[in-house]
């Protein structure tokens, strides 16, 4: 089974996390499919960065968002408008419309 979940980087007492598509045996931080993303929650507000469309492809081809991941994308919509996705909802309104979410959270 394909997974979407983070993979810890970053110093001891400072991390920050990498949003990656494994397979779910691998180890945390061996081997993945993809990278797809960037997570720091040592910001005030957290900082993440996604590629939206990889996250929507993924997730429609079967991959399941791990329970850490899947809070972060319900923090910042990511599963609402896969919903949107799902009922055939154009990928350029959505991701224009996470880009100014985005932009608004700063």
């Known amino acids: 089974m394909v997974r ?3 993979r810890r980087i970053g110093l001891k007492g400072q991390p920050s996390y990498r949003i990656m598509v ?5 180890p945390r931080d ?3 499919i ?3 993303g960037f997570y720091n929650p040592r910001t005030n507000p957290f ?3 996604l590629q939206e469309d990889r996250v929507y492809h ?4 079967g991959a399941q968002p791990s ?3 899947a809070q972060l994308f319900k923090s910042v919509g990511v599963l609402e408008r896969f919903e949107r996705f799902k009922k055939g909802e154009a990928v350029e309104t959505l991701l224009a419309e996470s880009a100014e979410k985005l932009k608004g959270r700063s």
């Open 34 to 36: 993809e990278n797809i």
């Open 67 to 69: 329970e850490s991941v």
């Open 47 to 49: 900082t993440i960065s």
């Open 58 to 61: 993924w997730m429609s081809v």
């Open 30 to 32: 061996g081997r993945f």
């Open 22 to 26: 494994a397979e779910k045996e691998s």
């Open 4 to 6: 979407i979940r983070l």
